[in-house]
T-cell receptor, first 112, second 117 residues
């Protein structure tokens, strides 16, 4: 019940395109949904996060869409750039959990 | 921007040896964590630590593992007798307490790559 599912496992997008990564969770007690970006040899870095009281949050080229009834959330990267090439992890956590549960990750490659 | 600092960046150890991974969390943070990532796999929760005691641990965190905050600034993970399957990246994380965005703001270090041979 604490599992976070993520798809696709890998994604190739042309420069300037939109990258979309989807996640789903089961436990309705989760109330914090962050996305982490990880470059090789580095730790996960918080990219953007959303609480379930809003359906969308945008920061620059990054947007989280959240569907509480479907227990799904997604990351959209607009105008994808080669520098966005990294592994992206969705995660879930919240006030009832003293941790975040990570999804399995999506390897994004943005090609020129 | 405040950082979580981990040392060493890479540790090679022989099977059966003890290792200590070190972390310096962000100074005003109250909650501390260890996660691990086996190469190419997802980031897995190991243990959380608050108020000088473990608040939660995963199935991975067995009797071979221990954590300590010895001096109010460092946070360590000890593996008593390493096994080959302990080879992984180990990430320390911390977050602030209180309410609002600081409650959720987990910051991860760059990790220690542990190789057990």
């Amino acid at each position: 019940q604490q599992q976070v599912k993520q798809s696709p496992q890998s994604l190739i997008v042309q420069k300037g395109g939109i990258s979309i990564i989807n996640c789903a969770y089961e436990n309705t007690a989760f109330d914090y949904f962050p996305w982490y970006q990880q470059f090789p040899g580095k730790g996960p870095a918080l990219l953007i996060a959303i609480r379930p009281d809003v359906s969308e949050k945008k920061e620059g080229r990054f947007t989280i869409s959240f569907n509480k009834s479907a227990k799904q959330f997604s990351l959209h990267i607009m105008d994808s750039q080669p520098g966005d090439s990294a592994t992206y992890f969705c995660a879930a956590g919240g006030t009832s959990y003293d941790k975040v549960i990570f999804g399995p990750g999506t390897s994004l490659s943005v090609i020129p | 921007e405040p950082e979580v600092t981990q040392t060493p960046s890479h540790q090679v150890t022989q099977m059966g040896q003890e290792v200590i991974l070190r972390c310096v969390p962000i100074s005003n943070h109250l909650y501390f964590y260890w996660y691990r990532q086996i190469l190419g796999q997802k980031v897995e929760f190991l243990v959380s630590f608050y108020n000088n005691e473990i608040s939660e641990k995963s199935e991975i965190f067995d009797d071979q593992f221990s954590v300590e905050r010895p001096d109010g600034s460092n946070f360590t993970l000890k593996i008593r007798s390493t096994k080959l399957e302990d080879s992984a990246m180990y990430f320390c994380a911390s977050r602030g307490g209180g309410t609002g965005s600081s409650y959720y703001g987990y910051t991860f270090g760059s990790g220690t790559r542990l190789t057990v041979v």
